[in-house]
């Protein structure tokens, strides 16, 4: 009989270890990957995904893009002449500014994507440095965690582990919800990100009006937005690892287990404010 209830002992001592280890590994490896996926650039995170992009853009886009240009270049000229006196005062040097604003127009339309890619170059810069800096301290150590736990789990009564058990089935199924909403975050960023892109040609084509103009330059200030977003998640990442590390299994487990989803939930919902934060930083209207 006591044979049999220590096996029962062990197999919930083991169950409990198995689900706070398979938590704990769901947490470090879902964490370990959100540098790797926002230090990408567009075209390194899915080269397929971005020539697809580009591809599109060039060949559907830019027609759009270089009617709205002419629209625009032409609504400039009108402008320009009227503003002296309605014709009456005509200063020839106009011409020469409408040409080079022309020049300049063109030229914009013609490098959108390398434009465009310069901004998330510049962006992913800073994050990949931030990374370096936090990345390594984001992991909660397991070996030491499990090897102690397992210690003050033997010391429980049955009833105690039981109940344990169950919890820790419930914090494992929660902990898995929470790394599918970074997954989430992380991924629908970069849909965001090539669908902002796809378009990019019609913003900047009208750069060069001082009324339209304005629908460019908050098109730059969402690409800014979008590119440095990552530099507010890196910076999430490394809040959460200085606070996952004051986590310590010496004690209270019920404790321990409750700061860590915490913790997680803690980032998720920073990692979630991320985007309106630095859209809102950058002043680019949504």
Known sequence: MFGLFDWFREILIDGIIANFTGLFNEVNQKVGEIAGQVGQTPQGWNGNIFNMVRTLSETVVIPIAGMILTFVLCYELIQMVIEKNNMHEMDTFIFFKWFFKSFVAIFILTNTFNIVMAVFDMSQHVVNRS?????????????????????????????????????????????????????????????????????????????????????????????????????????????????????????????????????TVLLVVALMRTGNLSKSIFTAHG
């Not at 909403?181 to 900047?204: D, H, K, N, Q, W």
């Not at 969402?222 to 530099?231: H, I, P, T, V, W």
């Not at 998640?233 to 299994?249: D, N, R, S």
């Open 131 to 263: 990374a370096s800096v936090i990345s390594g301290n984001t992991a909660i150590d397991i070996s030491s965690a499990m090897a102690d736990m397992r210690v003050q789990l033997e010391a429980m009564g049955t009833g105690e582990l039981l109940g344990l058990y169950f919890e820790s089935a419930f914090v494992n199924l929660t902990i898995w919800a929470l790394t599918i909403c970074i997954f989430i975050i992380i991924y629908g960023r970069m849909i965001e990100i090539y669908l902002v892109t796809s378009l990019a040609p019609i913003p900047l084509a009208t750069m060069v009006n001082r009324e339209w103009g304005s629908i460019g330059n908050n098109y730059l200030k969402s690409l800014f937005a979008l590119g440095f977003q990552g530099f507010l998640i890196m910076v999430c990442v490394g809040i959460y690892a200085v606070l996952i590390q004051t986590i310590t299994f010496t004690g209270n487990i019920h404790s321990a287990i409750w700061s860590c989803i915490g913790y």
